[in-house]
């Protein structure tokens, strides 16, 4: 059973939106954090946002992108405005999290299998 599972990805033009979400099951119990990082060809992944108590972006995206939590749903959504090329990536869902079984250790990450962004005219 995938912890976390995205959906949303797609195909979109320059300028236009697209809402990711990342639904959390419940075998992760205890979730401190939720965040969406991306992965262009050939690099590493980067953060493009998280939310705790707080939300932070990674600079190329402030303003266009809004993350959102859902506790009671154990959701977390990334709402990509003003969308550019360059945002072309694939998207992977992040929980900062515990299992049942890993309760009494440190938090570890968990990833979602990744959606496709692709920006394009």
């Known amino acids: 059973q995938a912890h976390l599972v995205e959906s949303g990805g797609g195909l979109v033009q320059p300028g236009g939106s697209l809402r990711l979400s990342c639904a959390a099951s419940?075998?992760?119990?205890?979730?401190?954090?939720m965040g969406w990082y991306r992965q262009f060809p050939g690099k590493q992944r980067e953060m493009v946002a998280t939310v705790t108590d707080r939300t932070n972006y990674v600079d190329s995206v402030k303003g266009r992108f809004t993350i959102s939590r859902d506790n009671a749903k154990n959701m977390v959504y990334l709402q990509m405005n003003s969308l550019k090329p360059e945002d072309t990536a694939v998207y992977y869902c992040n929980a900062v999290a515990k299992t049942r079984a890993s309760m009494g250790l440190p938090y570890e990450h968990y990833w979602g299998q990744g959606t496709q962004v692709t920006v394009s005219s």
């Open positions: 419940t075998t992760l119990v205890s979730i401190y954090a």
